[in-house]
């Protein structure tokens, strides 16, 4: 795709966005809540694909991103928002979404430069390290609430926020990897080897991609922190991180367009067997496990990928 036809695809998914927040008072309010999820888990798929399927490595940690931008931008709103006139409450939010990111990217950023020489089971053990340690620190951290997590969070998350920053994401991540520069994160991605031998820092290449993908990682914990107005360390355990990996597993590794689709489904897919009960997540998990032995390469891989460029 050109950078014309991105661009325009960005402003089409923004335009849609504001459309359909417009109109969102209308809606079911349930059906509302799972659509915004179904927006936050785009955001944190298609960034955590700029790492695991762009980049070639294996990240655990992504839910320790989510949560640092998470509580970073809920505490800025909470102390700030008393003070702020109404008018300007939009942008308080959109500054503390982007504070949050920032913060969750120079989190991400310590934690790449001495762990990202590693690879495969090692960095996979290194990033699950320190999903643990984000939430340990949370779940003792008293100012953010600890244990008993953190409250009173306003409603700022809408159907508009979440899919305009959801077409951002996409939007810079395709083009990041479709640049002259991102070829690197290619090159890095098939034979790490090969591309030191023609002058590419792959350290560097790894640890960009990093920064960036918690970056819109904290992006997504910002939008999630004020849409369902309470945080706790325990959502985002281990488990979180697995379900943002199986997204990308499951989308095709390196497949935009994939990612997207397979985010909406393992949203979509526990709120259509909460008829099941008890046996909702029993059901879920051999789902997976099926589509993994069936679709090996990716449930939504349509068409082979050109080498050197990534699809969306």
């Given at each position: 795709?050109?950078?014309?036809?991105?661009?325009r695809?960005l402003?089409?998914?923004?335009?849609?966005?504001?459309?359909?927040?417009y109109?969102?008072g209308?809606?079911?309010?349930?059906?509302l809540?799972?659509?915004i999820?179904?927006?936050?888990?785009i955001?944190?798929?298609?960034s955590?694909?700029?790492?695991n399927?762009?980049?070639?490595?294996?990240?655990?940690?992504?839910?320790?991103?989510?949560?640092v931008?998470?509580?970073?931008?809920?505490?800025?709103?909470?102390?700030l928002?008393?003070?702020?006139?109404?008018?300007?409450?939009?942008?308080?939010?959109?500054?503390?979404?982007?504070?949050?990111?920032l913060?969750?990217?120079?989190?991400?950023?310590?934690?790449?430069?001495?762990?990202?020489?590693?690879?495969?089971d090692?960095?996979?053990?290194v990033?699950?390290?320190?999903?643990?340690?984000?939430?340990v620190?949370?779940?003792n951290m008293?100012s953010?609430?600890a244990?008993?997590?953190?409250?009173?969070?306003?409603?700022?998350?809408?159907?508009?926020?979440?899919?305009?920053?959801?077409?951002?994401?996409?939007?810079?991540?395709?083009?990041?990897?479709?640049s002259?520069?991102?070829?690197?994160?290619?090159?890095?991605?098939?034979?790490?080897?090969?591309?030191?031998?023609?002058?590419?820092?792959?350290?560097?290449?790894?640890?960009?991609?990093?920064?960036?993908?918690?970056?819109?990682?904290?992006i997504a914990?910002?939008?999630?922190?004020?849409?369902?107005?309470?945080?706790s360390?325990?959502?985002f355990?281990?488990?979180?991180?697995?379900?943002i990996?199986?997204?990308?597993?499951?989308?095709?590794?390196?497949?935009t367009?994939?990612?997207?689709m397979?985010?909406?489904?393992?949203?979509?897919?526990?709120?259509?067997l909460?008829?099941?009960?008890?046996?909702?997540?029993?059901i879920?998990?051999?789902?997976?496990?099926?589509?993994?032995?069936?679709?090996?390469?990716?449930?939504?891989?349509?068409?082979?990928?050109k080498?050197?460029?990534?699809?969306?």
């Amino acid at each position: 795709m050109t950078d014309r036809g991105a661009k325009r695809w960005l402003l089409a998914g923004i335009a849609l966005a504001i459309l359909a927040s417009y109109f969102s008072g209308q809606f079911n309010r349930y059906y509302l809540g799972i659509a915004i999820d179904c927006g936050i888990a785009i955001i944190l798929a298609v960034s955590l694909n700029l790492i695991n399927g762009h980049t070639g490595q294996f990240s655990l940690g992504h839910a320790g991103f989510m949560a640092v931008g998470g509580y970073t931008a809920a505490k800025i709103t909470l102390v700030l928002e008393p003070s702020i006139p109404d008018a300007f409450k939009p942008l308080l939010f959109l500054g503390a979404l982007i504070f949050g990111g920032l913060i969750a990217a120079i989190i991400g950023l310590a934690v790449g430069i001495p762990s990202l020489r590693l690879k495969g089971d090692y960095l996979a053990i290194v990033t699950l390290g320190f999903g643990e340690i984000i939430r340990v620190v949370l779940q003792n951290m008293e100012s953010v609430g600890a244990a008993s997590g953190l409250k009173g969070i306003p409603k700022y998350t809408t159907l508009g926020w979440t899919f305009g920053l959801a077409a951002v994401t996409i939007y810079v991540i395709t083009a990041l990897v479709n640049s002259t520069y991102g070829r690197g994160f290619i090159a890095v991605h098939d034979d790490e080897v090969a591309a030191s031998s023609m002058g590419i820092n792959p350290v560097r290449y790894k640890v960009t991609a990093f920064v960036t993908g918690a970056f819109f990682a904290g992006i997504a914990g910002g939008l999630y922190a004020h849409h369902k107005q309470f945080l706790s360390p325990t959502g985002f355990d281990f488990l979180k991180s697995i379900d943002i990996v199986v997204m990308v597993i499951l989308g095709g590794m390196g497949r935009t367009v994939g990612v997207i689709m397979a985010a909406i489904l393992l949203t979509l897919m526990p709120e259509v067997l909460r008829q099941f009960s008890d046996y909702r997540m029993i059901i879920y998990a051999l789902l997976i496990i099926g589509l993994m032995i069936l679709r090996p390469q990716g449930l939504f891989t349509f068409t082979k990928k050109k080498k050197g460029a990534a699809e969306i």
